[in-house]
Structures are given as C-alpha cells and as structure tokens.
C-alpha cells in the first residue's frame, strides 16, 4: 500500500522568509503532484512533477521531484499572506494517493 | 474554475436514506475520479472511470456505487447513508488515464442528520 507522507503538518511562516515543505513516498512513482486547498473550497492544481529532476516554479513557489529518494520538496519563497491555505502532495500509481496536508499559515 | 462541474454543491438529508452526487468533467476528459473529504480520514479515493469502464477502485465501500455515462458525466450514489458518511465529495477529471494534470471540482459537501 502506497505511503505518501508530508511534514510539516502545520507550518507557521513569517511574512519575507523561506520555507520548504517535504513530500515523501514509499512506491516508486513518476508522477507527483502539488495541489493547493483554501478552507472549504476545491484543490487547486499547482504543479505535476513528471520525472526525475523535474523542477517547477511559479511565481513564489517551486517544487522539485527526486525519484530516487521518493521525495518532493515544495519551496516557498518570501512569503505572503496569500501564501496561507493547506498544501497537498499526492502520488499517481493506479490512483492518486494524497498525503495529510500541510496547514500553512503566513503572519507578519 | 477548473471546468469540473458539480452538483448539488450541498445536500442534507437524514440516515439511512440514498443521495446522487453528479459530476460533468472538463470538456473533452475521458477519466473521471471521485474523492471524499472528511477531517478524520483525509482524502481518500473512492473510484475512477476512464471512457465509461471502471478503472480503479479504492476505499469505496459497498453502500456506494458510481458510473459514468456515455456522455462522459459520472454519477456516485450513496445508499443507507451514515452520520459518518458526511464529507465533501470531490470529483475531478483527467484527459488520460494516468493524467497528466488532474482537475478538481468545487466538491458536493453531505451532511447526514
């Protein structure tokens, strides 16, 4: 059974300094994904990691992918307030398996 | 707006009654996933669909059942419905069986009374 385990779970930032959330799996896959959730809403699509060394960005975010070492990292860089929302990793073998979550919340 | 659509977006209703959840995918989608939200469980995946054949099936217990139809909309029935049957459903689509980008709906949130 597929693992996919993220930590922090919580993640409180200050406004201006830099973060990384971590994403770990226990199957090999070749599809990760990053997805963003406000409170009661629906996710949004961030990023899909298709291979090794895949490196996306977007604005203050960029998520990496090692298949090797079953790890996504998800970078944020100078954070905002608008950064604050819960952030999702999720694996794609037959199904896309989702890790807890990492609550993110910006202060100034 | 992912082009995911759908509906109802809430639904109340009382144990041991059955509802319909009804999703349209984004145009031109063939896969169609559907996902329940609850704050103990996390997300977990319940079933997907690719073209009208099941695909894949996950913890989708027996009082559940789901389709898609030939016109690619997908339906999730829940039968003898539970206190912890109260969740946010999600259905989200994808162009190809194993995605590449997959889409979220806005969720069909169920509170059974």
């Known amino acids: 059974e597929l693992k996919v385990e993220q930590n922090p779970l919580f993640l409180s930032m200050q406004e201006g300094k830099n973060y990384t959330i971590y994403c770990n799996y226990s199957?090999?896959?070749?599809?990760l994904y990053w997805y963003r959730q406000d409170p009661g809403k629906s996710l949004e699509s961030l990023f899909v990691?298709?291979?090794?060394?895949a490196v996306k960005q977007e604005g203050r975010l960029m998520a990496s992918l090692d298949t090797k070492a079953r790890l996504s990292t998800l970078h944020i860089t100078a954070a905002v307030h608008d950064l604050s929302a819960t952030y999702f990793c999720?694996?794609?073998?037959?199904?896309?398996?989702f890790g807890a979550g990492t609550t993110v919340t910006v202060r100034a | 707006d992912s082009g995911v659509t759908q509906t109802p977006k809430h639904l109340i209703t009382a144990t041991g009654q059955r509802v319909t959840l009804r999703c349209s995918p984004r145009?031109?989608?063939?896969?169609v996933y559907w996902y329940q939200q609850s704050l103990d469980q996390g997300l977990q995946f319940l079933i997907q669909?690719?073209?009208?054949?099941?695909?894949a099936k996950g913890n989708i217990l027996e009082r559940f059942s789901a389709q898609q139809f030939p016109d690619l909309h997908s339906e999730l029935n829940l039968s003898s419905l539970e206190l912890g049957d109260s969740a946010l459903y999600f259905c989200?689509?994808?162009?190809?069986?194993?995605?590449?980008?997959?889409?979220f709906g806005e969720g069909s949130w169920l509170t059974v009374v």
């Open positions: 989200a689509s994808s162009g190809a069986p194993r995605g590449n980008t997959i889409y």
């Open positions: 199957t090999t896959s070749d599809r």
């Open positions: 990691l298709l291979s090794n060394g």
């Open positions: 999720a694996v794609l073998i037959y199904k896309l398996s």
């Open positions: 145009s031109g989608d063939l896969s």
């Open positions: 669909y690719y073209n009208g054949e099941e695909r």
